[in-house]
């Protein structure tokens, strides 16, 4: 007869339900220590040239595989009625354009200070509501702020006006509010990893206003999400404190 060899017998063993949380629990924490180191880039872009202007604000993550980019409309004065002075202006943008209503807003903010004068309470606690949000705001920027690097800061400002005289003032004025920008991102502590560009350029010899800001700002986001638990915990534990 025949002979009939075997071989070893493979012995399968079932997956449990703890099995499957645990690996589950590994392949999520793999997925969000890569995610943690992962940097977002937030630039900020402005120009005008003339009466031409230019705003964009770009984020961007995983290096550029995630991109989303904004158009923001520019408003634009176009006028200045009764007084005091009140402002009217303009705004367009890829959906459309829309224009202020001055009698429609003087109306808006009387009903507002008539509703306050009657129940000045109310103004307190928005006052109050106001006061917490930007101290829990200043420590979410602070926390940020220490881990942030400045990639590329260009700031160059053109101005010209009638008077030479008037245009050494606006120049050096111009100087001194840049100065003062980056003094200020250094208290913030945000560290610089390029040379920033900034420039001023007088023109003599023609009326003209140029400017144009590009700064790209760089945060992992470990620790955007450890400011922001940070934040939310101390928003909690000061609503408990105030009952």
Not at 20 to 35: D, E, F, G, R, Y
Not at 91 to 115: D, F, I, P
Not at 125 to 136: A, M, N, P, Q
Request: glycine share 8%.
């Amino acid at each position: 007869g025949f002979c009939h060899r075997t071989g070893p017998r493979v012995r399968v063993r079932e997956v449990s339900g703890v099995d499957l949380v645990a690996a589950l629990l590994i392949l999520s924490a793999s997925v969000l220590t890569v995610l943690w180191r992962q940097v977002l880039r937030v630039r900020l872009s402005y120009k005008r040239e003339e009466n031409d202007d230019a705003l964009f604000v770009e984020l961007s993550f995983c290096r550029r595989l995630l991109l989303y980019r904004l158009d923001v409309p520019v408003i634009r004065l176009t006028g200045c009625h009764g007084f005091p002075p009140w402002v009217e202006s303009s705004l367009t943008g890829q959906g459309g354009s829309a224009r202020t209503h001055v009698k429609r807003e003087k109306r808006y903010l009387t009903g507002w200070l008539k509703h306050f004068l009657r129940h000045p309470s109310r103004l307190v606690e928005i006052l109050g509501d106001l006061r917490r949000f930007r101290r829990h705001y200043h420590g979410f920027i602070h926390h940020l702020a220490v881990h942030t690097h400045c990639e590329r800061f260009y700031w160059h400002t053109r101005i010209g006006v009638s008077d030479p005289a008037v245009t050494a003032v606006a120049a050096g004025f111009l100087w001194n509010l840049k100065y003062q920008t980056l003094a200020s991102m250094g208290l913030r502590s945000v560290r610089m990893t390029a040379t920033p560009d900034v420039r001023v350029v007088a023109s003599f010899d023609r009326e003209w206003l140029g400017f144009e800001f590009d700064c790209i700002f760089a945060v992992t986001a470990g620790h955007v999400i450890r400011a922001g638990l940070e934040t939310l915990a101390s928003y909690r534990k000061g609503a408990a404190e105030s009952g």
